[in-house]
């Protein structure tokens, strides 16, 4: 019987004890071939995009000699203003990307020796930035709609003459929301957060394109995407595939991000859904690399991400 690919020694790409023995020059040389790749590693002003710099001495930083704006590698990028040694960076994203079905802010707070908001505010910068590049993706061929109900739920009462029945709206706490997934089969992976299913109809018309086959299950609101797509469904009270009409891969999706939900973050805020979701994208869609390639992927999504306006300064200020 074939290894699965996962368990042999090609997946296993990165090591986190060399990341932790590199010293400064070595980790800020790691940043500056990722962040400037496209230049061969040479540094390029992140403001006019001159590659005629010249370096400080005393300092890891460039000065360019078109604006003479002077930078850092991670000037005007999502690790801005950053208090951590530049190694510590390089851990915490191989930690995170290392986690298949995600990772606690406390638990990488703990490996890092951080504050959990420091912990906390850096692993949604790696979800921020990771995700980044869902964002004017378009799906075709064949894919999968499905979506899954999460938050709302209300505790139950002690005594069972007195508990109730929280399917019914009027014992929900209103505030459930459901992920739409849109994904590709053999491609990409697109999450969406609604308040309910059908009302992610307008989101699947502008990002899947006409003439795709989508396969979806027996729930009505998924009745309008007969006009526009050749729609296959399935009814899961007789069947979970039939004659290819499955959502396989999209319950697959699913299944990583309540793993994530029960086995490692336990709540999700409503407000962060989105995040985790877009998170549990880029796993399910790179989930056969080899995790110094998931790495480097991360790595370079960071660097060539600008400052996030959602997470820099997020404890100094009141978020809705």
């Known amino acids: 019987m074939a290894q699965h690919f996962l368990l042999s020694a090609k997946a296993r790409t990165l090591s986190l004890a060399a990341i932790l023995r590199m010293t400064d020059d070595e980790a800020h040389a790691a940043f500056v071939a990722i962040r400037w790749a496209a230049t061969g590693g040479e540094p390029a002003c992140p403001r006019c995009g001159c590659l005629a710099v010249y370096a400080y001495a005393v300092r890891r930083i460039w000065k360019c000699k078109a604006c003479e704006h002077q930078f850092s590698v991670t000037s005007g990028t999502i690790f801005a203003n950053r208090k951590l040694p530049i190694r510590d960076y390089l851990a915490a994203i191989a930690i995170f990307v290392n986690a298949v079905k995600g990772l606690s802010a406390l638990q990488l707070g703990r490996d890092l020796d951080v504050q959990y908001k420091t912990a906390f505010v850096l692993a949604h910068k790696l979800r ?78 502008e990002r899947v394109a006409s003439g795709t086959t989508i396969y979806a299950d027996e729930a009505p609101g998924w009745d309008a995407l007969h006009a526009r797509y050749d729609t296959r469904r399935i009814n899961h009270s007789i069947a979970f595939s039939d004659d290819g009409a499955c959502t396989n891969q999209a319950e697959s999706y699913f299944a990583r991000l309540r793993r994530a939900e029960l086995g490692q973050h336990h709540h999700i805020s409503g407000k962060y859904l989105g995040a985790y979701a877009r998170e549990m994208a880029w796993r399910e869609d790179t989930r056969r690399r080899p995790n110094g390639t998931l790495h480097g992927l991360a790595t370079a999504a960071a660097l060539g991400h600008p400052i996030s306006r959602v997470w820099a300064g997020y404890w100094q200020r009141r978020r809705a």
């Open 128 to 205: 921020e930035a990771i995700g980044s590049s869902q964002a004017d993706t378009t799906l075709s061929g064949h894919v999968e709609v499905d979506g899954a109900y999460f938050g709302g739920t209300v505790r139950q009462e002690n005594r069972k003459e007195d508990r109730k029945d929280r399917r019914l709206a009027e014992n929900q706490s209103g505030k459930r929301q459901v992920v739409v997934v849109m994904r590709e089969r053999g491609g990409r992976t697109l999450p969406f957060v609604f308040r309910r299913e059908d009302d992610a109809v307008p989101t699947i018309r």
